[in-house]
């Protein structure tokens, strides 16, 4: 089964930007999706991309700030995070999903392979 590692967090402050990286253990044709934790809170969805790139999907919160991309090449999906504050502190996770056809899907049950996660935390 592939496995997900994400790589990227930090601290920065508000305003600042981060770039988040999920690398796959072999090259998949799977729709991929970031999801973030805060404490205290349930784990919510970030964003998605679909497995060829040709669509991608965002949480009102990130939208405008955030953007998913993916390179097949190096099995890698990326998050990139812009003017971030620090209500978007959190653990941002990797997800998967083997699904060619249909569309990008929100829900956390809906994602079967998850990465460990990495913590980033935005000060003010």
């Known amino acids: 089964q592939v496995q997900l590692v994400e790589s990227g967090g930090g601290l920065v402050q508000a305003g600042g930007s981060l770039k988040l990286s999920c690398a796959a253990s072999m090259r998949t044709l799977y729709d991929m999706a970031w999801f973030r934790q805060a404490p205290g809170k349930e784990r919510e969805f970030v964003a998605a991309?679909?497995?060829?790139?040709?669509?991608?999907a965002y949480a009102d919160s990130v939208k405008g700030r955030f953007t998913i991309s993916r390179t097949n090449a190096d099995n890698t999906v990326y998050l990139q995070m812009n003017s971030l504050k620090p209500q978007d502190t959190a653990i941002y996770y990797c997800a998967a999903q083997a699904q060619l056809w249909g569309p990008l899907k929100s829900g956390i049950s809906d994602y079967p392979i998850w990465g460990q996660g990495t913590q980033v935390t935005v000060s003010s």
């Open positions: 991309v679909k497995w060829n790139g040709g669509s991608t």
